[in-house]
């Protein structure tokens, strides 16, 4: 009792153990340098909302008037963020990409005319884009116009004295901001510019006669009127300034005149400016790129007032020596001075500003970049320090399950702020630093190089740190919005209790309780963009009045500006995280390569690297020029590999077989290889480092170097021979040193029963299938026919002596090439149930069961299967008389000899180890020869022969005794896409296996009559493909359950023991007549054939359904449950009784 009290003791502390080493791998599962291709995620979260209600269903309070203002400012608002978003994701990549990665000076002038035919349509969209544009700059002109009347006005819609519609600006100046970056796109593109003035070269050469080309002239007519009109509101420089000079006083509305709203306007303008300037700083995100709108605002001001500001100007200048550009897009940067140059007339007019403040603005451009490149290195390490802390933080408090406290909630909305805030200084600094290098025309040394990609790698670190706790982030941001907006609400509700004791109602007084009873209904929902932009409005009508106290106020739009950062944390991230510029900076990737081959133990740093170049693919799709849809991102693969290769790869391969020389080499006089004096580099950290993503492929470094090694050794040692000792001890090495499992040079001993190897099946298994045909029991796969006297056929010991000829790593090969061929033959498969003739009639036959399965005593009929089979006969034969079901039957006859290949190669497998090892007495209990030789105390050689034969032989047993399960890796492959809803119609499988059946018998008992004929072409005794077909495709699909309840075979066997009856008893009462009785004995014996041919059938079927254990989950329920009625049955029990007979 007490041995047994100490057991169980010792197996619950072994027990409690486990689970905490379980634990403690689980949690270092999940290294922080992980990094993959969020495209290839099968599922990913995105946590930004979506508002389904409307902006007329989120603004309603009892002021109509002011509902109506916020509706139409809101409304306008909303449409430029449609506008801003379209730019960006649809039409800024496909111009700045136009003539990228081609050589100017090869193309070819027809090749030019051709990029600009198929990019016309995106010329058109921007037509149209740069005219409506227009038209909601012009209306929300005239809206602010009209609200902004001044006090003496008699129209004044509602009372805006103190109003200042912020929100409102800054979209006006961000829509200014696409249509100045579609301009500098257009004018730094040369190459777009060149071709289009070609292409208009061309057009009007056509025009002038177009019978010489061939061309109708109302159509050419047509495409220059086109022309013409996307070359004056596109090229030229002219879409920014067609906008802001377009009239914008009409019989309505007075704008220029207007001086209330021209000084709400500079009011504004000014505000705006102070914000993004105060805003540089340890906490800017985005507030840089608002300096394009600025400027935009500013030249609108002057064309629409014709106010010089001279003051805001100066200031805007005063900054640009500080910043002097903002990069936009692809390589092109925005400088402030030189807009300012070319866009505001007063700067070039000396009378009314100092041109000297521009000349300043320019040059610092020069010393922008050398005080960056003077403190990028100390950049960058302050940066890393602060990303590597950051990272920790997320991986520790972020995951923490405590309780959501005030305190605890504020450190996860800082950490998340923090996280976007970095991604956006390092991506500021990185393009900024790479892109004005270009400008000014200066090269990179070769450490600011290495510190830019330095910068690279810790972005993505970001990136890869939010994808990876996306489910913890987006809990954390919903937590965090309320947490935010509790406080918002709460200030709002304090406020709005002051203003409802002050019994003085005014106009001003009701507007300011409608904007704040209209911002808590906003916040009073999910954080959706739509819902944000209506609370700031409203508060921008709110602060008209002191409703606020100071602390109060500053605490409000430090809120506000909170709630906007984290309820657009994802899009903000990736904005941040956009890694694109990189295409056009190239060739900083082989210096990054060259280094990062020279520094071993960091080489996990190339995944965050190839994570930014693949930042490029998305991009690269959206182009619209290409002659050849994808030729583009296929280019830029192949120079990216060639990279790889060219500076890591080879460089990587050739340093480890040197190494192995040396090493074996060591005892020739070398020269010194002392790590102290010639210092160490140690290659083992590229081995060890885990696949790296390249695009949609995978780079192993480990097997590239073995199969640069195996290539190398085994070409060196047939050139000579006599030094196969050398490159042996160099493959042992290989081994012990880097980890490297290399495959033996020398070929292995052959035999003369070889039969068909299996490397020549696995080349040819698509023929393979077709013209072999399998026997379920015997497990050998028979010719079908043959131009000699002889079939060929392949078993187990054939299988057996090819596995062991090439080796047992063969066997995953083989089953790799039956996946591919699986692939091909299911498409087939799915193009044939998918046919409208037969679905419909599967259909038909499944919904005519179900609603007669009771009067059919839940057995389907065999006369509708048999008529299936004969009406898809009218549909149609092939050429050599075969139906469209004879073809199905076939394809699923070659599914199921891929499977009893696979079959075949397993066993084979088992049956190679099994030789190996048949004179070992005990396998379980194998006695340890190193333990006999140290008894003996033998010499260190016969140790370690001793220790080679223990290796061996554990590894022939373990290879016995285990095994992969070929078939499991098959079903689970396959099933999800099969069982997935797209493919419905397969579930219709199931109604087409019994006409299918009698399909295969009557081709059965044509094959095997053929045998005893002198013409044998077709004949044949055994085709178990078909049943082990149909049982992997019942296992794919899941309807072993939906086929058994169909009873189908218990409706064959009374079918035939009904006739059978009838014929019998019709042959005694015609005992007299003998052409009778002649002719019932033929019809018996045809029924009895029948009858056995299904039985066989059955056997197999469920043979082979044992493979892919359905008949045994299906069993043991019966035997736990034997009141199962009919429509629940699976199988009947007599079909596995006779089953098991035939298999035992």
């Given at each position: 009792?007490?041995?047994n009290?100490i057991n169980r ?7 409690e ?9 689980e ?9 993959w ?9 995105h946590?930004l ?21 916020i509706t139409v400012?809101?409304?306008?608002c909303?449409e430029i ?8 994701d649809?039409l ?10 081609e ?8 090749e030019?005319?051709?990029k600009?035919?198929k990019?016309?349509s995106?010329?058109?969209r ?7 544009c227009g038209d ?5 002109v ?7 009347q ?24 961000d ?12 004018r730094?593109?040369s190459?777009l510019?060149?071709h289009?003035?070609l292409?208009k070269?061309?057009?009007?050469s ?7 080309y061939?061309?109708?002239?109302t159509?050419?007519r ?6 013409n ?5 596109v090229?030229n420089g002219v879409?920014?300034h067609?906008c802001?000079?377009?009239?914008f006083d009409?019989?309505?509305?007075s704008v220029?005149?207007?001086s209330a709203f021209?000084e709400e306007?500079?009011t ?7 914000r ?16 394009i709108g600025i400027c935009g605002?500013l030249?609108?001001h ?5 106010q010089?500001e ?8 005063e900054?640009?020596?500080k ?12 400088f402030i001075a030189?807009f300012i140059?070319y866009q505001?007339?007063?700067a ?7 041109r ?10 020069s010393?922008?970049?050398?005080t ?5 290195s100390?950049d960058?390490q302050?940066y ?18 405590e309780?959501e406290t005030?305190?605890d909630?504020?450190?996860r909305?800082?950490?998340l702020?923090q996280?976007?805030t970095f991604?956006?200084?390092l991506s500021?600094?990185m ?5 004005m290098?270009i400008?000014v ?5 070769k450490?600011?190089?290495?510190s830019?990609?330095r910068?690279?790698?810790?972005l993505k ?6 994808h990876?706790r996306s ?11 309320q ?5 918002l609400?709460?200030?709002?509700e ?5 203003l409802?004791?002050d ?6 007084r009701l507007?300011?309780?409608s904007?704040?009873?209209?911002a808590q209904?906003?916040?009073n929902?999910?954080?959706?963009k739509e ?13 008209q ?7 109060e106020?500053s605490?409000?739009?430090g809120?506000?500006r ?7 944390l ?14 056009w900076h190239s060739?900083i990737f082989?210096?990054?390569l060259?280094?990062?081959f020279e ?23 959206k ?8 030729s583009m ?6 120079e990216?590999m060639k ?12 340093e480890v077989?040197t190494d192995?020389?040396l090493?074996?080499h060591?005892?020739l006089?070398l020269?010194?290889?002392n790590?102290?004096k010639?210092?160490l580099?140690?290659?083992s950290?590229?081995?060890?480092c885990?696949p ?5 492929n ?5 097997d590239?170097v073995?199969n640069?090694l195996?290539?190398t050794?085994y070409?060196l ?10 490159y042996?001890e ?7 040193k880097y ?6 040079a020398h ?11 299996v490397?020549?099946?696995?080349r040819?298994?698509?023929i393979?299938?077709t013209?072999y ?7 050998v796969?028979v010719?079908r ?10 078993n187990?010991?054939?299988i057996?002596?090819s ?8 066997m995953n ?10 692939r091909k ?10 046919d409208?003739?037969i ?7 499944i919904?005519?069961?179900k609603?007669?399965k009771?009067?059919l ?13 004969k009406?898809?006969r ?7 008389g075969q139906?469209?079901?004879d073809q ?5 006859s ?17 049956h190679c180890c099994?030789?190996?090892?048949r ?16 008894a003996?105390?033998?010499p260190d050689d016969?140790k ?13 047993v373990?290879?016995f ?9 098959l079903?689970?492959?396959y099933a999800?896409?099969f069982?997935?809803?797209k493919?419905k119609?397969l ?7 019994p006409?299918?059946t009698?399909n295969?018998v009557?081709?059965m ?24 077909g ?6 794919l699909?899941?309807?072993h ?17 009904k006739?059978?009856d ?7 009462r015609?005992?007299?007549?003998e052409k ?6 033929l019809?018996?014996k045809r029924?009895e ?14 043979s082979?359904?044992?493979f ?6 299906i069993?043991e329920?019966e ?5 199962v009625s009919?429509?629940?049955?699976t199988i009947?029990p007599?079909?596995?009784a006779?089953n ?5």
């Amino acid at each position: 009792d007490y041995d047994n009290v100490i057991n169980r003791k010792y197996n619950g502390f072994l027990g409690e153990y486990t689970d905490q080493l379980k634990a403690m791998q689980e949690a270092l599962s999940h290294s922080l340098s992980d990094a993959w291709d969020f495209t290839m995620d099968p599922a990913s979260l995105h946590v930004l909302p979506y508002e389904q209600a409307s902006l007329l269903q989120l603004i309603k309070t009892d002021n109509k008037v002011f509902n109506k203002v916020i509706t139409v400012l809101a409304a306008v608002c909303c449409e430029i963020k449609h506008l801003e978003y379209e730019a960006k994701d649809e039409l800024y990549p496909a111009l700045v990409l136009y003539g990228e990665g081609e050589d100017e000076d090869q193309q070819q002038i027809h090749e030019a005319y051709m990029k600009i035919g198929k990019m016309l349509s995106v010329f058109q969209r921007l037509t149209n884009f740069v005219e409506r544009c227009g038209d909601v700059v012009k209306n929300l002109v005239q809206q602010l116009a009209m609200l902004h009347q001044g006090k003496k006005s008699t129209t004044t819609i509602m009372n805006v004295q103190g109003v200042h519609f912020e929100p409102v600006y800054e979209h006006l100046g961000d829509l200014l901001a696409v249509l100045i970056t579609l301009d500098e796109i257009i004018r730094n593109h040369s190459t777009l510019t060149h071709h289009w003035q070609l292409y208009k070269r061309m057009i009007k050469s056509a025009l002038a006669d177009p019978q010489r080309y061939d061309l109708d002239s109302t159509k050419l007519r047509q495409l220059d009127k086109l022309v013409n009109r996307i070359d004056g509101k596109v090229f030229n420089g002219v879409i920014f300034h067609s906008c802001v000079t377009r009239a914008f006083d009409d019989g309505y509305v007075s704008v220029t005149r207007n001086s209330a709203f021209e000084e709400e306007f500079r009011t504004n303008l000014m505000s705006y400016f102070k914000r993004t300037e105060q805003s540089n700083g340890p906490e800017e995100i985005d507030q840089r790129d608002n300096l394009i709108g600025i400027c935009g605002l500013l030249v609108l001001h002057y064309h629409v007032f014709n106010q010089v500001e001279k003051k805001m100007v100066k200031s805007i200048l005063e900054y640009a020596k500080k910043i002097p550009g903002v990069h936009i897009v692809g390589n092109i940067v925005w400088f402030i001075a030189d807009f300012i140059e070319y866009q505001w007339p007063p700067a070039n007019n000396p009378k009314n500003f100092d041109r000297k403040l521009i000349a300043v603005a320019k040059t610092a451009k020069s010393s922008y970049l050398t005080t960056a490149s003077q403190s990028l290195s100390k950049d960058v390490q302050q940066y890393h320090l602060l990303v590597s802390t950051w990272m920790v933080q997320m991986e520790s408090e972020l995951l923490s399950r405590e309780k959501e406290t005030s305190a605890d909630l504020n450190r996860r909305y800082k950490l998340l702020v923090q996280g976007v805030t970095f991604a956006s200084k390092l991506s500021l600094l990185m393009r900024a630093f790479v892109n004005m290098h270009i400008v000014v025309g200066k090269p990179m040394s070769k450490s600011s190089v290495l510190s830019i990609c330095r910068l690279v790698e810790m972005l993505k670190a970001i990136d890869h740190t939010f994808h990876r706790r996306s489910v913890v982030i987006a809990e954390s941001i919903n937590v965090v919005i309320q947490f935010i907006v509790y406080f918002l609400l709460r200030t709002i509700e304090k406020s709005k209790k002051r203003l409802r004791s002050d019994r003085k109602y005014t106009e001003a007084r009701l507007d300011v309780l409608s904007a704040l009873i209209l911002a808590q209904n906003a916040l009073n929902g999910p954080g959706t963009k739509e819902r944000i932009l209506i609370c700031r409005l409203a508060l921008c009508v709110a602060l008209q009045m002191r409703v606020f106290k100071d602390d109060e106020l500053s605490s409000l739009h430090g809120l506000t500006r909170a709630l906007d950062i984290i309820a657009n944390l994802g899009h903000r991230l990736k904005e941040a995280c956009d890694c694109s510029f990189v295409f056009w900076h190239s060739v900083i990737f082989p210096v990054y390569l060259q280094d990062l081959f020279e520094n071993p133990p960091e080489c996990h740093r190339i995944h965050y690297m190839l994570g930014a170049v693949r930042d490029c693919v998305p991009m690269l799709h959206k182009a619209k020029h290409e002659l050849n849809k994808g030729s583009m991102l296929m280019t830029f693969k192949e120079e990216v590999m060639k990279e790889i290769k060219e500076h890591l790869l080879q460089p990587l391969c050739c340093e480890v077989e040197t190494d192995l020389r040396l090493h074996i080499h060591s005892h020739l006089k070398l020269d010194t290889r002392n790590p102290f004096k010639v210092g160490l580099k140690d290659l083992s950290h590229f081995i060890k480092c885990r696949p790296i993503r390249f695009f949609d492929n995978f780079i192993s470094l480990k097997d590239h170097v073995t199969n640069y090694l195996e290539e190398t050794f085994y070409n060196l040692t047939t050139v000579a021979l006599h030094d196969w000792k050398t490159y042996g001890e160099m493959r042992t090495l290989a081994g012990q040193k880097y980890g490297l499992n290399m495959a033996e040079a020398h070929l292995p001993s052959q035999t003369l029963e070889q039969g068909l190897d299996v490397l020549e099946i696995m080349r040819n298994l698509h023929i393979f299938v077709t013209h072999y045909v399998y026997n379920l029991n015997n497990q050998v796969f028979v010719e079908r026919s043959s131009n000699s006297k002889h079939l060929n056929t392949i078993n187990i010991d054939h299988i057996s002596n090819s596995i062991r000829t090439h080796g047992i790593g063969i066997m995953n090969t083989a089953v790799n090439y039956t996946y591919q061929l699986l692939r091909k033959k299911f498409f087939i498969f799915s193009q044939f149930l998918y046919d409208e003739h037969i679905k419909a009639r599967l259909i038909k036959d499944i919904r005519y069961y179900k609603e007669n399965k009771s009067d059919l005593d839940f057995k389907y009929p065999y006369e509708r299967a048999e008529k299936f089979n004969k009406n898809i006969r009218k549909l149609g034969l092939s050429s050599d008389g075969q139906s469209y079901l004879d073809q199905f039957r076939n394809l699923i006859s070659q599914i199921g000899n891929a499977m009893g290949y696979i079959r075949m190669i397993r066993s084979g497998g088992l049956h190679c180890c099994g030789n190996a090892i048949r004179f070992i007495p005990e396998l379980e209990e194998m006695p340890s020869f190193l333990e006999y030789v140290n008894a003996e105390n033998l010499p260190d050689d016969t140790k370690k022969a001793a220790t080679n034969l223990d290796d061996v032989i554990g590894s022939l047993v373990k290879n016995f005794t285990e095994g992969t399960e070929y078939f499991k890796l098959l079903v689970d492959v396959y099933a999800p896409e099969f069982r997935d809803t797209k493919n419905k119609h397969l579930s219709n499988f199931y109604a087409i296996i019994p006409p299918m059946t009698i399909n295969y018998v009557e081709h059965m008992i044509a094959a095997k009559e053929k045998l005893n004929r002198k013409n044998k072409v077709g004949a044949g005794f055994t085709d178990d493909g078909f049943a082990m077909g149909v049982a992997y495709i019942l296992k794919l699909l899941d309807q072993h359950r939906a086929f058994d309840s169909l009873h189908w075979f218990r409706s064959v066997k009374g079918k035939f023991a009904k006739e059978m009856d009838e014929i019998r008893r019709s042959r005694q009462r015609g005992r007299e007549d003998e052409k009778l009785q002649q002719t019932m004995n033929l019809t018996l014996k045809r029924l009895e054939t029948y009858s056995m041919e299904f039985t066989l059938l059955n056997y197999s079927l469920n043979s082979a359904r044992i493979f892919f254990r359905a008949e045994k989950v299906i069993t043991e329920k019966e035997m736990k449950d034997s009141k199962v009625s009919d429509t629940e049955s699976t199988i009947d029990p007599s079909d596995i009784a006779s089953n098991v007979t035939a298999l035992e």
